[in-house]
């Protein structure tokens, strides 16, 4: 089993700054790709970036040059950093972890962290 702690939201003003992290604990040997994805009231959970234990990131496009993903492989971590944020930005944010070749059943999520833009 793979927990993931986030820690990180809160509220801040369009225009500011932001940096979201995820503790991954447990059977972290399972895992392969980490990433964040975000669901604003009355919408679809949507992915925002991930990044594979290779380094290979990709983002959606309503992020990309503003958010940036990286992951420390040894401390089982990933963060995102989150600038020139938008109202549009405002949503639960989720860390998730995916299983490797070996464990392509794990799919393990957050519980969650709010971020809130303020225009």
């Known amino acids: 089993q793979v927990q993931l702690e986030e820690s990180g939201g809160g509220l801040v003003q369009a225009g500011g700054s932001l940096v979201l992290s995820c503790a991954a604990s447990g059977s972290t040997f399972m895992i392969n790709g980490m990433g964040w994805y975000r669901q604003a009231p009355g919408r679809q959970r949507e992915l925002v970036a991930v990044?594979?234990?290779?380094?290979?990131?990709n983002y959606a496009d309503s992020v990309k040059g503003r958010f940036s993903i990286s992951r420390d492989i040894g401390r089982n971590t990933v963060q995102l950093q989150m600038d020139r944020l938008k109202p549009e930005d405002t949503a639960v944010y989720y860390c998730?972890?995916?299983?490797?070749?070996?464990?392509?059943?794990?799919?393990?999520w957050g519980q969650g962290t709010q971020v809130t833009v303020a225009s």
């Open positions: 998730n972890a995916r299983g490797n070749v070996f464990h392509p059943d794990v799919d393990a």
């Open positions: 990044i594979t234990t290779g380094g290979t990131a």
